[in-house]
């Protein structure tokens, strides 16, 4: 009887919270790690990869996202099983990476997509992004489903490989060909078993979109998201977490609905020193939005 009563209780205060502030019921799952991707200290990595990840983690970085892997120079002079041993004596991991499949995606070949399966594996990631593409292909909306139809194909390559593949957006997939726009066409003609999508939130709202309208539309395709700032002076900037001008609360308050599953920083424009940057915003990140 009195567990039945403590449970009528909590279930009474749960329903008050409810009614004051339904946000409060939302919040960020904790199982969400603070990630960085690496793209954001570009000027660095290449010089001194190991010193970098070092200060990424002592910056308040839980994963990373890798970016710019080629089969002769691996990641920044690492090999898949170095940058493993690396991200682990500092106490990191990667659950993702960039990888240029443009060879793959133009149907010229099968090797930058295998090479990145080989290098995913290597070093312990569960996702092959794909970046970006070449835009100026896009001129007819057959083009459009044909590159559909080729992160279908790169799906299943990653699922036999026990990967799965995503696609990370800009804003030119929101810019209509005849009439329609490119991010439509992948949310609807890829396999949702085989395709999932990384949401750059910078990219989705500086295309005029709403990043929590896409989410409800689509739910459980976004498993990544990019958290970019937009700077208040000047929208082609970005700036720390927290002080642009993306209501990045609200979004974080849909997070445990949503299906994100990990969440990656970046920035590429500094107007102060870059660790403390992305220190400051790891910070952010911890505390207004996970906690």
């Known amino acids: 009887m009195t567990q039945r009563r403590d449970f009528l209780k909590q279930a009474g205060l749960l329903s008050a919270i409810s009614l004051m502030n339904p946000g409060l019921l939302l919040a960020a799952p904790s199982s969400l790690k603070v990630g960085l991707q690496l793209y954001t200290l570009r000027e660095y990595i290449d010089k001194d990869p190991k010193g970098v990840l070092a200060k990424v983690a002592k910056a308040g970085y839980q994963e990373v996202e890798t970016y710019g892997y080629s089969k002769d120079k691996g990641f920044w002079g690492l090999s898949a099983k170095e940058l493993k041993s690396v991200l682990a004596a ?10 240029g499949l443009d060879d793959f995606i133009s149907g010229a070949s099968q090797d930058s997509l295998k090479a990145a399966i080989e290098a995913a594996k290597a070093c ?10 070449d835009s100026k292909s896009l001129t007819k909306v057959d083009d459009l489903k044909r590159v559909a139809g080729k992160l279908n194909e790169a799906g299943r390559m990653c699922k036999a490989a026990g990967l799965k593949l995503a696609y990370h957006n800009h804003n030119f997939e929101f810019k209509p060909v005849d009439g329609t726009m490119l991010y439509d066409v992948l949310l609807k003609e890829t396999d949702p078993a085989l395709v999932d999508f990384e949401m ?4 989705v709202v500086r ?11 689509h739910p459980k395709r976004f498993t990544m998201w990019h958290v970019k700032d937009m700077e208040k002076a000047d929208p082609e900037h970005n700036t720390e977490i927290g002080n642009g001008t993306i209501d990045f609360k609200k979004i974080f308050q849909q997070a445990s609905t949503s299906g994100v599953k990990h969440i990656f920083m970046e920035q590429e424009y500094f107007a102060m020193d870059a660790y403390k940057s992305i220190t400051q915003s790891a910070a952010y990140i911890k505390k207004s939005l996970l906690s």
């Open 124 to 133: 312990g990631q569960a996702y092959v992004v794909v970046p970006s593409m």
């Open 207 to 217: 295309a005029g979109q709403d990043p929590l309208k896409l989410i409800a539309q």
């Open 90 to 99: 500092n106490g990191l991991t990667t659950s993702a990476g960039h990888y």
């Open 200 to 203: 750059d939130i910078y990219w």
